[in-house]
């Protein structure tokens, strides 16, 4: 009987990892703001989670139909003497990258020369972490793949 338990519980925690990959792939929002110089609550370092979402004003999180975010930093050259002209822009891209690769650059976005990065995942564009998040089923498969058989082989 308690191998049974063991066995089911097993299978339950393998179920209940699956379940919240799969929701957690469905809820894709970008943060959506816009700062120039020191003016909004956009610009780097980007100190707000999902909670502060509702209380900060000038920033949203919008949900994402391709699951790609951006943030693009334009101006602020190598030359510039402050940040005043620096502006950064966090929002949902239509697309992401052909290789479905995180990453970051220079690109040319509305005419202008600007750093752009695309992330995938629900509110990635937050920071400077441009890595897609482990999935959460990878950890438990070492363990499945040692526990189950052995303990399905007892009952």
């Not at 209940?16 to 809820?27: A, D, E, N, P, T």
């Not at 040319?108 to 995942?121: A, L, S």
Request: contains cysteine; proline residues 5%; glycine residues 10%.
């Amino acid at each position: 009987m308690k191998y049974i338990s063991l066995c089911l519980a097993v299978i339950f925690l393998f179920g209940c990892s699956f379940l919240v990959g799969k929701i957690h792939g469905l809820l894709r929002r970008c943060y959506q703001c816009r700062s120039r110089g020191e003016l909004g609550s956009c610009k780097d370092p980007f100190n707000f989670n999902a909670t502060d979402v509702d209380h900060e004003s000038g920033l949203s999180a919008v949900p994402c139909a391709s699951g790609w975010c951006g943030k693009v930093i334009e101006g602020g050259g190598t030359y510039a003497i402050d940040d005043y002209d620096l502006a950064i822009q966090r929002m949902c891209v239509q697309r992401g990258p052909d290789d479905n690769m995180d990453r970051c650059a220079d690109t040319i976005y509305n005419y202008k020369k600007v750093y752009m990065c695309f992330c995938q995942g629900d509110l990635c564009n937050k920071g400077h972490s441009w890595t897609q998040p482990t999935g959460r089923l990878v950890p438990l498969l070492p363990l499945l793949s040692v526990l189950l058989p052995s303990v399905c082989r007892l009952i």
